[in-house]
């Protein structure tokens, strides 16, 4: 028997409802803020993350699943900025209109070890925004990111902000971490041992518990921060607290994308244990002169459909009572179902029949089942007298309706 690949998933019609309705919940708020939607390719150039995310990260170190054609080397793309950044400059967005706004769904891809929350293939639902440095514009995104959770019913979450300030307030961080870790470099992990020569700002996302104490210890203000990347992240937190956002300030906050600059955030819950995170974005304002476009400021973020999925309220999507159930009982009202579906379906009623061969008490089963909330019979009776029986699965009531007279009675 063929299995799947390890670290993907089976998404199974039971559970596709709840994805589609995040989908569809997602959709109306995007729309609100006034993101458009925007589709890019699976597979990207590896030199695009390369650039991007860092060739320090662990993402391009470790997890990029790569495929070499002759000379060729492309990437399943393991996030989505990147890519709607280099649509933004390839297509030339800016030149129509310099700010956009994006929203996105869809599959990433990390070659890591699967566990709870974190698999190979994955998918986000994020958005975008390039054009603006306004910090205002910063806490319309966290909100939108607050207002997308709320929406999904998830409860209990918590949301981390820090500022990296601008590429040389980012320097000065790392000159202080290079000075304050340097004599604990004994007591750190081994990856994070390699950090400290590579990329020293991911040693503030480890999650290692010897790693996590000497973090702790490091007591690291805002000291790195110039005057006007403090201005920045106040205005940001002013216009949290306007919003009443809950928020919580995290100093070793840093994300593990070098892109990132000024405001990061987090989005965590406690129900996924040491993998916390439901999502996460920040600033990137070099990012898009760094891939060959115009000066532009941009912030982001996205969340992990699985991770979501995993913190859900039990009662956040409802089984649909919509579906009606069509119950034929013999070959002529067989004959006449087949006509009768087709023009239900024509006018937007969603219906489902019994294929089965089921006798009566069955197919009502098998309409229980489905979770149908109406139930449609014709037998030879009906066709007499040129009826549909009508039955409503919630209450038992149940009434004879003329034919002609029927999708009348079902918009009502």
């Given at each position: 028997?063929?299995?799947k690949?390890?670290?993907t998933?089976?998404?199974?019609?039971?559970?596709?409802?709840?994805?589609?309705?995040?989908?569809?919940?997602?959709?109306?708020?995007?729309?609100?803020?006034?993101?458009?939607?925007?589709?890019t390719?699976?597979?990207?150039?590896?030199?695009?993350?390369?650039?991007?995310?860092?060739?320090?990260?662990?993402i391009v170190?470790?997890?990029?699943f790569?495929?070499?054609?002759?000379?060729?080397?492309?990437?399943?793309?393991?996030?989505?900025?990147?890519?709607?950044?280099?649509?933004?400059?390839?297509?030339?967005?800016?030149?129509?209109?310099?700010?956009?706004?994006?929203?996105?769904?869809?599959?990433?891809?990390?070659?890591?070890?699967?566990?709870?929350?974190?698999?190979?293939?994955?998918?986000?639902?994020?958005?975008?925004?390039?054009?603006?440095?306004?910090?205002?514009?910063d806490?319309?995104?966290?909100?939108?990111?607050?207002?997308?959770?709320?929406?999904?019913?998830?409860?209990?979450?918590?949301i981390?902000?820090?500022?990296l300030?601008s590429?040389k307030?980012?320097?000065?961080?790392?000159?202080?971490?290079?000075k304050?870790?340097?004599?604990?470099?004994?007591?750190l992990?081994?990856?994070?041992?390699?950090?400290?020569?590579?990329?020293?700002?991911?040693?503030l996302?480890?999650?290692?518990?010897?790693?996590?104490?000497?973090?702790?210890?490091?007591?690291?203000?805002?000291?790195y921060?110039?005057?006007?990347?403090?201005?920045?992240?106040?205005?940001?937190?002013?216009?949290?607290?306007?919003?009443?956002?809950?928020?919580?300030?995290?100093?070793?906050?840093?994300r593990?994308?070098?892109?990132y600059t000024?405001?990061?955030?987090?989005i965590?819950?406690?129900?996924?244990g040491?993998?916390?995170?439901?999502?996460?974005?920040?600033?990137?304002?070099?990012?898009?002169?760094?891939?060959g476009?115009?000066?532009?400021g941009?912030?982001?973020?996205?969340?992990?459909?699985?991770?979501?999925?995993?913190?859900?309220?039990?009662?956040?999507v409802?089984?649909?009572?919509n579906i009606?159930?069509?119950?034929?009982?013999?070959?002529?009202?067989?004959?006449?179902?087949?006509?009768?579906?087709?023009?239900?379906?024509?006018?937007e009623?969603?219906?489902?029949?019994?294929?089965?061969?089921?006798?009566?008490?069955?197919?009502?089963?098998?309409?229980?089942?489905?979770?149908?909330?109406?139930v449609?019979?014709?037998?030879?009776?009906?066709?007499?007298?040129?009826?549909?029986?009508?039955?409503?699965?919630?209450?038992?009531?149940?009434?004879?309706?003329?034919?002609?007279?029927?999708?009348?009675?079902?918009?009502?």
């Amino acid at each position: 028997m063929q299995k799947k690949v390890s670290g993907t998933r089976d998404i199974l019609p039971e559970e596709a409802l709840f994805w589609q309705e995040l989908e569809k919940i997602s959709r109306d708020i995007f729309t609100r803020y006034n993101y458009k939607e925007i589709r890019t390719p699976l597979i990207e150039g590896a030199s695009l993350f390369n650039r991007s995310l860092g060739e320090s990260t662990e993402i391009v170190q470790k997890q990029m699943f790569l495929i070499k054609n002759k000379e060729e080397l492309y990437a399943l793309r393991p996030e989505g900025t990147a890519s709607i950044v280099r649509a933004y400059i390839e297509n030339n967005l800016d030149k129509t209109a310099r700010f956009r706004k994006f929203y996105y769904f869809g599959p990433m891809f990390r070659l890591e070890r699967p566990q709870k929350g974190r698999l190979r293939q994955f998918h986000h639902i994020g958005c975008e925004a390039i054009g603006s440095l306004d910090p205002d514009l910063d806490v319309e995104v966290i909100a939108l990111a607050d207002s997308l959770l709320k929406a999904f019913s998830v409860k209990d979450y918590k949301i981390k902000i820090n500022s990296l300030g601008s590429l040389k307030d980012k320097k000065e961080l790392i000159a202080l971490l290079n000075k304050k870790l340097k004599s604990k470099l004994s007591a750190l992990c081994a990856d994070c041992k390699t950090r400290f020569k590579k990329n020293i700002l991911r040693i503030l996302d480890c999650k290692n518990d010897n790693c996590l104490k000497v973090i702790s210890g490091l007591e690291i203000d805002d000291s790195y921060l110039c005057l006007q990347s403090r201005e920045h992240f106040s205005r940001v937190k002013a216009g949290l607290d306007a919003l009443s956002i809950n928020y919580e300030v995290t100093p070793y906050l840093v994300r593990g994308l070098d892109y990132y600059t000024h405001t990061v955030f987090e989005i965590v819950h406690k129900d996924l244990g040491a993998q916390d995170a439901l999502g996460a974005g920040g600033r990137y304002d070099n990012l898009v002169k760094e891939l060959g476009g115009p000066e532009a400021g941009a912030i982001g973020f996205a969340f992990g459909v699985e991770r979501l999925l995993l913190v859900r309220s039990p009662e956040s999507v409802a089984k649909s009572k919509n579906i009606l159930y069509l119950i034929t009982l013999g070959q002529e009202a067989k004959t006449e179902g087949l006509k009768l579906l087709e023009e239900l379906r024509k006018n937007e009623v969603a219906c489902e029949a019994d294929y089965e061969s089921k006798s009566l008490k069955g197919a009502l089963r098998a309409a229980n089942d489905l979770n149908a909330g109406k139930v449609l019979i014709i037998g030879e009776n009906e066709l007499k007298k040129g009826v549909v029986t009508l039955k409503d699965m919630v209450s038992g009531a149940q009434k004879e309706i003329a034919r002609q007279a029927l999708i009348k009675e079902l918009k009502c």
